[in-house]
């Protein structure tokens, strides 16, 4: 196999959401999208006091693409229009196609609202093809112990199988549109190299720890663009160890018109969506 070459690296830039510590590595300057990774917020790692207010995420509507959170610390309450309800915790991951439309918030649980505790949450947008933009809506929520935790190197390296295969294992995920996605978590020294389909975007994202890409060292809170120039991507862990949001996907090669919580292919779908929910077409939910 060969391995791909690093493009370019891109840190996050803080943009605190009220007291919510946040950074944000896509988009940013120089880089809209990794097609079809659309957005990604990090927030966290914070301690939140007893008695705090939660995150501030109350209900709102989404069309046209899919969310993926991993709660890497804490907890995190799913409510949404569809009827989903449910809370995740440390090492879970929360899969939502908002397809055609549909309104749903993410809350801290009562019970971390009255105790507090350590929190640390990702959140990534992917879009939906043309064909599947208004698709009926759906949600997964998995616990920790519903993804497979795959050894590597030794054991030097844990592969948390969210979507897609990793030699001969399935996720629990099945993307509609053929996405991978793992969490990776690198011992000191751990490495891997995993095939990547050369038609593929990846999306790479080093969230602890520091990485070598390529023999590029990538310091936590950057995200690494590739070239499609290989068929693999060579990593190697530094004495820390890494966590790494890791991704792949073919791109869609289509137009993108974002406007806040919508993601359409043309400003009149945009404009559609709106009208969609000010009709409340999207459904509600308690206290929306």
Not at 165 to 173: K, S, T
Not at 183 to 204: D, I, K, M, Q, T
Not at 245 to 274: C, K, R, S, W, Y
């Amino acid at each position: 196999m060969t391995s791909r070459t690093v493009k370019a690296l891109h840190p996050a830039l803080r943009d605190d959401i009220g007291d919510l510590t946040t950074r944000r590595p896509l988009p940013g300057p120089g880089l809209e999208q990794v097609d079809p990774f659309l957005f990604l917020n990090h927030h966290g790692p914070q301690v939140y006091p007893p008695n705090n207010r939660g995150l501030p995420f109350g209900p709102h509507p989404h069309r046209g693409f899919e969310t993926v959170t991993f709660i890497l610390d804490g907890e995190l309450a799913h409510l949404d229009s569809g009827g989903h309800e449910s809370v995740i915790r440390a090492g879970g991951v929360q899969w939502m196609t908002a397809g055609r439309g549909l309104v749903h918030a993410e809350i801290s649980p009562e019970s971390f609202k009255r105790q507090g505790g350590a929190l640390e949450i990702l959140q990534l947008w992917v879009n939906l093809p043309a064909r599947l933009k208004m698709t009926t809506p759906a949600y997964t929520g998995l616990q920790r112990a519903d993804i497979p935790a795959i050894a590597a190197d030794a054991g030097r390296v844990q592969i948390d199988l969210i979507s897609g295969e990793w030699e001969g294992q399935q996720g629990p995920i099945r993307s509609e549109t053929g996405i991978a996605m793992a969490v990776l978590r690198f011992e000191a020294g751990g490495a891997l190299s995993p095939a990547v389909p050369p038609a593929h975007n990846v999306f790479l994202y080093v969230v602890r720890g520091e990485l070598a890409v390529s023999g590029r060292q990538v310091p936590a809170g950057n995200l690494v663009t590739l070239n499609q120039d290989g068929d693999a991507v060579e990593m190697l862990a530094g004495t820390q160890g890494a966590l790494v949001l890791f991704g792949h996907a073919m791109p869609f090669d289509e137009p993108v018109v974002a406007h806040g919580p919508f993601v359409m292919n043309t400003a009149q779908e945009i404009q559609q969506a709106v009208r969609d929910y000010q009709r409340g077409l999207f459904g509600g939910i308690p206290g929306g």
